[in-house]
């Protein structure tokens, strides 16, 4: 099947968190909004004037005649047809409780640059963020990323559901490589607390088709539009 995509052309974004799964896989995907006219048409879906069933916002992922919207959702259906998920429904609840657990700590990486409200820019509202991101570097981080730890180390390894890689190692690996470049000071802090972490990103980093992907321009780089945004006066 030829799965299409919809995102924004211009960042990584929570669309990134798909793209890696169909990377990895070597899944035959468009990437729509990357394409000529590709946001018009992915706005037209959103507006719903011919969709019975329209997606809030991306990404949203278009399979045959279904469209999946929210990134765990879209994974919880990619992940068995990938094979980056068990073939066991407790294993696939499992897997996609703990997406839905990547899904809580992304919200928070979004709330340390616009801690007020995302209909205001983030000049508008830098001392609330400064506040807000002390407090995740120091609480929230080390409490999301040392759950994921201990759920590494309880699995046996190498990888987070045990013996075989699924898609929550993929996006481990996303979110270190984000927090390494939102957060480099803070983030070399936390990683003396999770070394187990770090292996999994250099495991997923060294996968064929991620590998390949990352060479690529289909990666888009990190900056400061998307959810991981490197602010200086943020990494305390």
Not at 93 to 112: A, G, M, P, R, S
Not at 182 to 199: Q, S
């Amino acid at each position: 099947m030829r799965y299409q995509l919809f995102y924004w052309a211009e960042i990584q974004g929570r669309g990134e968190f798909v793209r890696l799964a169909l990377e990895d896989a070597g899944a035959d995907y468009e990437d729509v909004a990357r394409k000529r006219g590709g946001t018009e048409r992915m706005m037209a879906i959103m507006g719903g004037a011919r969709e019975k069933r329209p997606p809030f916002a991306p990404p949203f992922l278009r399979a045959g005649k279904l469209t999946i919207a929210q990134v765990a959702e879209i994974l919880f259906y990619l992940g068995p047809k990938l094979k980056l998920a068990p073939r066991d429904e407790a294993g696939r609840l499992w897997l996609h409780q703990l997406q839905l657990t990547v899904t809580d700590f992304i919200k928070e990486v979004h709330d340390t640059h616009h801690p007020v409200g995302t209909g205001l820019y983030y000049e508008d509202q830098k001392p609330e963020a400064k506040r807000y991101a002390q407090g995740f570097l120091e609480e929230r981080a080390p409490k999301y990323l040392g759950y994921f730890e201990r759920v590494l180390k309880k699995s046996g390894g190498p990888w987070l559901l045990g013996r075989k890689a699924t898609y929550i190692d993929l996006s481990m690996f996303q979110l270190v490589e984000g927090m390494r470049y939102a957060f480099p000071k803070g983030m070399k802090r936390i990683e003396r607390d999770i070394p187990g972490l770090v292996g999994v990103r250099g495991r997923v980093a060294a996968r064929p088709g991620i590998k390949a992907y990352l060479a690529s321009d289909r990666r888009i780089p990190f900056n400061e539009s998307g959810i991981f945004r490197y602010y200086p006066e943020l990494d305390r």
